[in-house]
C-alpha cells in the first residue's frame, strides 16, 4: 500500500495538466480533461483487466473529439463517447480484444505521429497568442503569419514551459527532483509567472462545481451512416490504443504482478467512456504516459490508478481558483512537446527492418492531410498492399555448370532455384528463366515454395515435359518429389513435410560419430573443424536468424541472468529452449558466486550480475548446477588435484561453503551419490550467496527480482528445478498454465 500511494500521487501530478491540456486542445470544456480523469482512474481502473495502466484523456483521441465538437457540438459528442463505451463493452463481452492487436503497429505509431503534427500545428497557434483553425492545413498555412506576429506575454510562458520541460528531462535520473513529473513544475512556474508579473495571457475557466450546470447528453443532428461512423471511430480507436497500451505495461510489470486480461481491460474502458460520457468527460483511453510514471513509481496493485483518480477529485472539487490561474499557452506548450514525443522516429528505425515503413509515412500524411479515420484506412489499405506483395513475393535464379575437360562428353548441368509463393502471378518470372535453359541439359531444379497454384504447376509440369521429349532430364529435389508427383495424378493439396529431426538452430545434431575409415583418414586440426561449423551456420543458420540479429543490433533486451558452470556439455539456450537475446550468461569453473565481502576478492560475477540488474532491468536470476561437475569432484577431493593450477586453486575457495553445507547434512535416504548431493547443494549455497549483497538482497525481498535454482542431469538431458521452501529439486512440470489460454513461455 505504501508503494500504491506513493505511485498515487505521482500519475496524479502527470494526470492534471495533460488532462486541462488536452481538453483545451479538444474544443472541450475543461471540466471534461478532468471528469474524464478521474472516472478513468476510478471506474476503469476498479474494473479494468490491467492493474497498472492508467486510464483518462488521450492524446490520441484529440483530433478525433475536436472535429465531433465542430460538427455536432459537446453535448452530442458527449453522447457519441457514452455509445462508444457501450461498444467497447460489447465487444470486451465477445471476447474479441486481441483481434484489435490484429492492426499493424505501423498504422498505429504512424496514427500517433499524425497525431503529433497536428496537436503540434494547432497548440503553436495558442502559445503564440491566436486561435487554432479548423484544420492541419489552414494551421500550417496560417503559421508564418502567426510566427512574424506573436503576441509577447503568451509566447514568453509558452517558451518558459518548453524549457522547464526540457531541463527537467536531462536531470540525473536518481536526484530526489526526478521524483516529481516534469509537467507540473513547468506549468506551475508558468503560472507564478503569469500571476506576479500580471501577464495578459488567457486563463482556464473552470464551473463553479466539477459537473457545473449538468444537462443529459442529446442525440447527434446527423445522419444515421455519420453518427455511427463517428461512434465506431471513438469507440475503435480508444479500444486500440488502450490494448497496446495494456501490452506494452504487461511487459515490464514487475514480479508478483498479474498479467493482463485484455477482454477485461476492455470492459473497464467500455465502462469508463459509458460514464465519461454520461457526466459530460472526454472519451478515455490506456495513456502510455501515465502508465509508464505509474509503473516507474513502484505501482504493484490497481489501487494506484483508483487512488490517482481520487486525488484528482479532490484537487478538481477544493482547488478550482488555483487550476484557473493556468496559462492556456503553457498548457498548450506542454501539448506541443507531447505531440513532438508522439512523432518518434526510433519507431521508424523499427519499422524499417521488417519494411513497413510505407504504411507509417502514408497514416501520418493520411491523418494530417485528410483525418484521422480516413488516414487509419488509408494505412490499413497499405498495409494490406504490402501484405499482398510479400504472399506473393517470388525469387528465380539459375546457375548453369560447365563440364570440367577431363569429364568427357558429358551434357551441361543447369541448377534452378525457386523461392517464395508461386501462384499465377509468378508464371511469367518462372516460364522466362526455363525458356533459357538449353535443350537437352541436366537440370536441378529446387521448388523451395510454400505454396504453388494449379496455374504454376502445369506451366512447370508442361515445360518439364518438352524439355525431356527433348533429350533433357529434369531432377525435382527430393523434399517435393513425392508432392509433386501427386500432382501430376491430379492431387494438389499440400502434404504435411516430414519435420526435420532437429531444428535450425541445432545443425551440429545431424553430426554423427566417426567411422573406422573416416578415423583412419589423416588428422583434421580442431581449428579446421571449427571453421567447418562456420561455414555451415553462414549456408544454413544466418539467413534465419538474420533478422531477429538486426534488431538486436544496436540493444539487447534480455529477459534473464542465467550462471552456469564453464563446462561444454551445458548448452544454456538448449535447455531453456531460448534465441539470441534472451539470455544474459555468466559461466565460470562450477558456477560460483563469490560472497560479499568475500577474503579472496573476485568482483567478476557481481559485475555481470549489477550490469543484468541494474542497466539491463533483469528481474530473473538462475544458477544452473549440473552432474558429474568436475569443480564438484576437486572440492570433494579436498583440492589436492588441482594444487599445481594456481588460479584455479585461488577460486574453488569460492565453493567452501558448499562444501561445508554438504557435509554439515545428514545424507537423505536415497542412493544419490554424494558427487550429486553435492552439485545439488552449490546450487543452493550459490543463490544463498547472491543474497549476500545487501542490494540484491533488498530487491529480491521486496518481489522485484526473482532467484530460480536448475539442475541439469548430463545422463538423462533432464532439467530440475530447486524448490526454495522444501530445498529438494524435482522435475519441471509439463504443462505450467493447464487451464486459461496459452501463455508466453518464461524460464520460471
Known sequence: MRRDLLSSFVVFLVAIPLSLGIAVASGAPVAAGLIAAVVGGIVAGLIGGSPLQVSGPAAGLTVIVAGLVQTYGWRATCTITLLGGLLQLALGASRVARTALAVSPAVVHGMLAGVGVVLVLAQVHVVLGGSPQHSAIDNLRELPGQIVDPHTHPALLGALTVLVLLVWSRLPRDGWLRLVPGPLPAIALATVTAWSLGWNAQRVELPETLLGDWQAPVLPDGSLPAVVGAVVSVGLVAAVESLLCSVAIDRSRPAGVPRADLDRDLLGQGAGNAVSGFLGGLPIAGVIVRSTANVDAGARTRWSTVLHGVWVLVLALACGPLIEQVPLPALAALLVVLGVRLMDTARVRDLRHH??????????????????????????????????????????????????????????????????????????????????????????????????????????????????????RVDIDEVHEAWYERAVTGETSQPRKTPPPTRWWAPWGNRRRSSEAELDAPEVSPAAVLL?????????????????????????????????????????????????????????????????????????????????????????????????????????????????????????????????????????????????????????????????????????????????????????????????????????????????????????
Not at 370 to 390: N, P
Request: glycine share 8%.
Open 355 to 472: 519494411r513497413e515503413a510505407p504504411a507509417y509515412f502514408a497514416t501520418l500524411v493520411g491523418v494530417v492531410v485528410l483525418g484521422l479515420g480516413e488516414g487509419v484506412l488509408l494505412g490499413i489499405g497499405i498495409t494490406a498492399v504490402l501484405a499482398l506483395r510479400r504472399l506473393t513475393r517470388l525469387s528465380v535464379r539459375s546457375e548453369h555448370l560447365v563440364p570440367a575437360p577431363e569429364d568427357g562428353p558429358v551434357p551441361p548441368r543447369t541448377h534452378v532455384v525457386v523461392e517464395g509463393t508461386l501462384t499465377f502471378l509468378g508464371v511469367p518470372k518462372v516460364t522466362r528463366l526455363l525458356q533459357d535453359v538449353p535443350s537437352g541439359s541436366h537440370v536441378d531444379l529446387d521448388l523451395n515454395v510454400d505454396f504453388m497454384d494449379h496455374a504454376a504447376f502445369d506451366a512447370i509440369h508442361q515445360w518439364r515435359l518438352a524439355h525431356e521429349r527433348q533429350g533433357g
Open 532 to 748: 567447418d561449423g562456420v561455414r555451415e551456420y553462414h549456408g544454413r543458420t544466418a539467413r534465419l536468424v538474420r533478422p531477429i540479429m538486426a534488431e538486436l543490433a544496436m540493444e539487447q533486451k534480455p529477459q534473464h541472468l542465467f550462471i552456469t558452470c564453464v563446462d561444454s556439455r551445458i548448452v544454456p539456450n538448449i535447455i531453456t529452449a531460448s534465441g539470441p537475446g534472451d539470455l544474459f550468461i555468466n559461466r565460470n569453473v562450477g558456477a560460483l558466486v563469490p560472497r560479499h565481502g568475500s577474503r579472496t576478492p573476485d568482483d567478476s560475477v557481481a559485475a555481470t550480475v549489477e550490469y543484468a540488474v541494474n542497466v539491463l532491468d533483469i528481474r530473473t536470476i538462475t544458477v544452473c548446477g549440473h552432474s558429474n561437475c568436475g569443480a564438484m569432484a576437486a572440492l570433494l577431493a579436498g583440492g589436492t588435484e588441482v594444487d599445481h593450477l594456481t588460479g584455479l586453486s585461488r577460486w574453488l575457495k569460492h565453493g567452501n561453503h558448499s562444501l561445508a553445507r554438504f557435509l554439515a547434512e545428514e545424507p537423505p535416504g536415497t542412493d544419490e551419490s554424494p558427487l550429486t548431493r553435492l552439485c545439488k547443494i552449490n546450487v543452493m549455497q550459490q543463490l544463498d550467496n547472491l543474497l549476500t549483497y545487501p542490494w540484491l538482497r533488498d530487491r529480491v525481498e521486496s518481489g522485484e527480482i526473482e532467484l530460480v535454482g536448475l539442475y541439469l542431469d548430463l545422463q538423462s538431458a533432464n532439467v530440475e528445478i530447486l524448490d526454495r521452501g522444501t530445498g529438494a529439486f524435482t522435475p519441471v512440470p509439463d504443462n505450467p498454465v493447464p487451464d486459461g489460454p496459452p501463455q508466453p513461455r518464461s524460464l520460471t
